[in-house]
């Protein structure tokens, strides 16, 4: 059986490939979220917080889950449209 965590790992895999084009490794970003190098959005719940992650000169929003301490997946910030409510557009 598979754990949450390594589901959680391989969606964001996914999703990156789709949303930017290149897999990404969520580890890496879950170290930078953990050491403080990313920007801070705001927090989903206990469990859930959003960040800013640049990549490419280009801005997006990683979900992080601090109970399995990864990404859970990633989409583009667009700093023209209002803010995208993650719950109802990318739920977990």
Do not use: C
Not at 30 to 58: C, D
């Amino acid at each position: 059986m598979v754990s949450k965590r390594k589901n959680s790992i391989k969606h964001f895999r996914r999703r990156s490939e789709e949303r930017i084009g290149v897999r990404l490794d969520p580890i890496l970003i879950a170290r930078k979220i953990r050491s403080g190098k990313l920007n801070f959005l705001r927090r989903m719940s206990l469990r859930v917080t959003l960040w800013e992650y640049e990549f490419q000169n280009q801005l997006y929003v990683v979900v992080y889950d601090k109970i399995r301490k990864t990404a859970v997946t990633i989409y583009p910030k667009s700093p023209l449209k209002e803010e995208i409510d993650p719950i109802k557009t990318f739920p977990l």
